[in-house]
């Protein structure tokens, strides 16, 4: 029933059953879905993706009450208002408010059409004419779209029509794109500062231009680039994100601040070894980078300190490096504890942020109406004052926290951004005993790092809403988040908590037992790099959660080795034999590839003696009809990538030794 209801309001079939898997995102819809029928029992499917990202964005009843009616009637009728409402009750989250003030902050009733848009365009280019042909497409679209927003009622016109119709019209006004357009101008290269350090305190200095060190080909690098993903600078174009003036602004400085070039980053937790879904992870987030000629940083999220180990920063960066990547900068979410702290108080005094005394193990999260915390609407000048307690330690582990005052999309309650742990710091030492958890650093950190495009596996879809929330909240520029399905192997065990208790039990050595699927431990059994490489590449990158079998790990070794591992032979069991006649043999010198199925690779030349030897196996004194090597009575085929020689052979046995009396060859007789 649920499923035909969401259908029918215009969801598309496969985005119905995702928002079905979440029970409580589906029930939430439902409510409003039904509340807004009562209201008119005509809802098309427009108001229908109203509907769908009220359920997503707005987490309160009250803001839920307010807009339904203005959704109902067709006085909401874009994204753009929705995000209004959004932020209207982010900077009035408690008390009554004015219905006029409301309307007006969100533009209720005001429609802006295509002609409309088209007029105001026309008017900002006109008066920008003679600066857009003299520079063509370098020309800064941004700023064309930030001044036709600008304009009154423009805040309310469609993004994307905006951006369609500034394209159309500056394609009209100066004709298709040449080469010399398309042409990309050199990139200032941004110095690394005093806190672009490694894990050993040494600054990590780029090797070309964009900071990569990529030993991959260019067509697996090209496979990025089908991923349909915003633009530098145009966040706002996505969905589900804020915008407003100041945003747009924002987006802007942040633009020159990049370069106009892509900068993602790879954010792993030091507390163990990377294993074959980091190998994912890693291509994604430094693969898309180079494939747009961008830059990619690796950043520890190193903010559990009781679990962190100087030699999981070391591996981690090791492992970066072995499958083939240097990055730009090495950061740490540490650098940046001071600004994260300013932050949280910034959140504190906008009534956003509690300290909560609450105990989690007397929660039952699994509940269906968790009940708010008594400590959730204390003031704001005691919040404060207990928030930095928390700094002083003047509280123990597990006492007092701060919460966010957010549902997430997954029901989750005012999540947790800092909690209290006398444990030290291995950068920092004992200058902190309160630590941001990642829901909080995540997004702040990606802000302050300038990060155009935050990669992250589907388990992080939910917490979307809150990255954004956050950012705009603490009023900072606020990146993209994109999630891809996240990369299991049958067969094996990759969780970090469950290899160290193997350690610990001592089924397995260490990280790099060769019976693991960590990095170290592919590495030790000898599969390149390339493999693992190509073994992600195959797989793509999607939305759904894969689980894959080891053999097409090892189909993609056995590639990689067929085509870059030089052959040489040997004999593991010999025995010995001699050519009797060894004058007929009409070659001496036998040409080996030493690449099969790529001869102009290489070669080697061998020098074929009167003496050989045979493997063990291929020989037997008394053998049944089945076997066809060499007997005491049957020919054996002697081929040495050259004269394919027949052979006959007579001998003796001697204890465990074959001591052959003598085998004839015979040049004629050769193998169908």
């Known amino acids: 029933m649920s499923l035909d209801l969401f259908v029918s309001i215009g969801l598309a079939e496969q985005r119905a059953k995702e928002t079905l898997k979440n029970k409580q995102l589906s029930e939430k819809l439902q409510n409003i879905i039904n509340t807004a029928l009562k209201l008119n029992p005509q809802i098309d499917k427009t108001q229908g993706q109203l509907l769908y990202h009220c359920a997503t964005k707005l987490k309160d009843a009250r803001s839920l009450d307010t807009v339904l009616p203005y959704i109902a009637h067709k006085k909401v009728a874009t994204e753009l208002q929705i995000n209004a409402v959004q932020q209207f009750f982010f900077d009035y989250p408690v008390g009554d408010i004015n219905l006029k003030e409301f309307e007006e902050f969100c533009g209720i009733g005001v429609v802006v059409d295509k002609d409309e848009i088209e007029s105001v365009v026309k008017s900002v280019m006109d008066a920008q004419r003679d600066n857009i042909i003299q520079e063509r497409y370098a020309y800064p679209i941004g700023q064309l779209i930030s001044e036709v927003k600008g304009k009154p009622r423009m805040k309310w016109a469609d993004g994307k029509l905006v951006k369609l119709t500034v394209d159309a019209q500056l394609e009209a006004l100066l004709g298709p794109k040449t080469e010399l357009d398309s042409a990309k101008k050199p990139k200032k290269q941004p110095t690394a500062t005093a806190s672009d350090q490694d894990s050993r305190g040494a600054s990590v200095e780029p090797e070309n231009a964009n900071g990569f060190s990529f030993s991959e080909s260019e067509e697996k690098a090209d496979m990025f680039k089908g991923l349909k993903l915003h633009r530098v600078g145009e966040n706002h174009t996505t969905d589900g994100y804020l915008i407003s003036d100041e945003i747009i602004k924002r987006l802007e400085e942040h633009k020159v601040k990049v370069d106009?070039?892509?900068?993602?980053?790879?954010?792993?937790?030091?507390?163990?070894?990377?294993?074959?879904?980091?190998?994912?992870?890693?291509?994604?987030?430094?693969?898309?980078?180079?494939?747009?000629?961008?830059?990619?940083?690796?950043?520890?999220?190193?903010?559990?300190?009781?679990?962190?180990?100087?030699?999981?920063?070391?591996?981690?960066?090791?492992m970066v490096r072995w499958l083939g990547y240097e990055p730009y900068r090495v950061t740490h979410s540490s650098d940046f504890f001071d600004t994260l702290f300013e932050y949280a108080v910034r959140l504190i005094k906008k009534g956003l942020a509690y300290v909560c005394h609450q105990k989690f193990d007397d929660i039952d999260f699994k509940a269906k109406e968790v009940s708010l915390s008594p400590w959730r609407d204390r003031p704001i000048v005691e919040s404060l004052q207990l928030f930095n307690d928390m700094r002083a330690g003047l509280f123990d582990e597990g006492e007092a926290t701060l919460r966010a005052k957010y549902v997430m999309e997954d029901g989750k309650l005012d999540p947790v951004l800092y909690r209290i742990k006398f444990c030290e710091h291995h950068r920092s030492k004992d200058r902190w005993c309160i630590y941001p958890t990642y829901d909080f650093t995540h997004p702040l950190c990606d802000s302050i790092e300038n990060i155009t495009h935050s990669l992250c596996t589907k388990e992080f879809q939910s917490h979307r809403s809150m990255y954004y929330w956050l950012c705009d909240a603490v009023g900072i520029y606020c990146p993209v988040q994109w999630e891809y399905g996240r990369l299991n192997m049958n067969y094996s065990v990759v969780s970090k908590r469950k290899i160290l208790k193997l350690i610990e039990t001592g089924h397995v050595t260490d990280w790099d037992d060769p019976r693991l699927f960590t990095l170290p431990a592919l590495r030790r059994k000898g599969y390149p790099h390339t493999a693992v490489n190509d073994f992600v590449h195959r797989l793509g990158v999607t939305m759904a959660q894969v689980t894959i079998d080891p053999e097409m790990l090892e189909f993609c070794v056995r590639s990689d080795l067929n085509k870059n591992a030089r052959r040489v032979m040997a004999v593991t069991s010999p025995l010995k034999v001699i050519i009797q006649n060894f004058e007929s043999v009409t070659s001496t010198e036998v040409w080996i590839p030493d690449f099969p199925e790529f001869p102009e690779k290489g070669s080697r030349t061998l020098l074929l003696t009167k003496e050989l030897f045979i493997d063990a196996s291929d020989f037997l004194e008394k053998a049944d009809k089945n076997f066809k090597r060499l007997t005491l009575s049957q020919p054996g085929g002697l081929e040495i990538r050259g004269p394919g020689d027949g052979c006959k052979q007579s001998g003796v046995w001697s204890g465990w030794c074959f001591v052959p009396s003598c085998l004839h060859c015979d040049p004629t007789i050769r193998r169908e």
């Open 260 to 318: 106009g070039v892509v900068h993602t980053r790879f954010p792993p937790e030091p507390n163990g070894i990377l294993h074959i879904g980091h190998a994912k992870a890693i291509n994604i987030n430094f693969g898309y980078a180079k494939a747009h000629g961008g830059r990619c940083n690796l950043r520890y999220d190193d903010t559990n300190p009781e679990k962190e180990e100087e030699r999981y920063f070391t591996g981690i960066l090791d």
